[in-house]
């Protein structure tokens, strides 16, 4: 079946950087779109970053700049790195397949606090 599982999270300071992965199992990763969304507490789900099959990127505008996707195909993973690290990043980050119009499959979240 299909698996999705984040990791990387944690504290972390305003200006540092984090970098989320996102373990893949149970299809050909490589075929697949791959996306990251995040919630903030008391907040609604926020699309941040989507990768096509083909490598192809996208970000949020609230992102740009800040946020680089990238995946590893050999080894079946996404990744997210988070950089400048600002208090509104707190949020948990969601590990999908899909993109942001047609997610398939969610995985569990990574929490990412960032704190002084």
């Known amino acids: 079946q299909v698996q999705l599982v984040e990791s990387g999270g944690g504290l972390a300071q305003p200006g540092g950087s984090l970098t989320l992965s996102c373990a893949a199992s149970g299809f050909t990763f490589s075929n697949y779109a791959m996306a990251w969304a995040r919630q903030a507490p008391g907040k609604g789900l926020e699309w941040v970053s989507g990768i096509h099959s083909d490598g192809d990127t996208y970000y949020a505008d609230s992102v740009k700049g800040r946020f680089t996707i990238s995946r590893d195909n050999a080894k079946n993973t996404a990744y997210l790195q988070i950089n400048s690290l600002k208090p509104e990043d707190t949020a948990r980050y969601y590990c999908?397949?899909?993109?942001?119009?047609?997610?398939?499959?969610w995985g569990q979240g990574t929490q990412v606090t960032v704190s002084s």
């Open positions: 999908v397949r899909g993109t942001w119009s047609t997610p398939e499959y």
